[in-house]
């Protein structure tokens, strides 16, 4: 039996600059990923490229970040905090190539977002998921998000439910 040697943390290096093609390509790896791995459709996708269309014309670097994860010059992972108004961000398009996961990547990047948080003067933030993502939820609860909204859903190509998670800060 073959032993899959995981990447080492210190070998990804995390980019905040926002270029040409990588909104494209969240697009495509989230499309890609949970097709194979969810059984999610076109429908998903279509889903991801509107919020990456309403992301993309609303994009504005002083209140905004991207973490773009790249290894070895390839793009294995992404997250987005977007502003929605006063104090709120959305913490969106989280997700890694299945072989870097595991590695500490999701732990760092989660850190960096309550870090970004706190330096923009954000005090609430929220996400989306669904019902199926488990070793998510259990990250997104282990840094304080906790469930405040479920409803089903068919926007994914199939029956399911999509949770909302909301994070509060202290001052």
Not at 38 to 61: H, N, P
Not at 117 to 140: C, F, R, V
Not at 156 to 168: A, M, Q, S
Request: with cysteine.
């Amino acid at each position: 039996m073959d032993t899959i040697l995981k990447p080492d943390l210190a070998s990804i290096k995390i980019r905040n600059k926002l270029l040409p093609g990588d909104l494209g390509y969240i697009a495509h790896v989230h499309g890609d990923l949970y097709a194979k791995e969810c059984g999610y459709g076109l429908d998903f996708e279509a889903y991801v490229l509107q919020g990456l269309k309403d992301f993309a014309l609303e994009y504005d670097t002083a209140k905004d970040k991207v973490w773009i994860c790249e290894h070895e010059n390839r793009i294995i992972g992404f997250l987005v905090a977007q502003h929605r108004g006063g104090d709120v961000l959305q913490f969106r398009y989280f997700i890694f190539l299945p072989q870097y996961r595991g590695i500490g990547l999701g732990k760092k990047l989660m850190q960096e977002f309550l870090d970004f948080m706190k330096q923009g003067g954000y005090t609430k933030a929220y996400l989306w998921t669904t019902e199926e993502q488990h070793s998510a939820i259990a990250l997104y609860t282990r840094y304080g998000f906790k469930l405040s909204d479920e409803k089903p859903s068919n926007a994914f190509g199939k029956e399911l439910i999509e949770r909302r998670y909301d994070l509060t800060l202290n001052r």
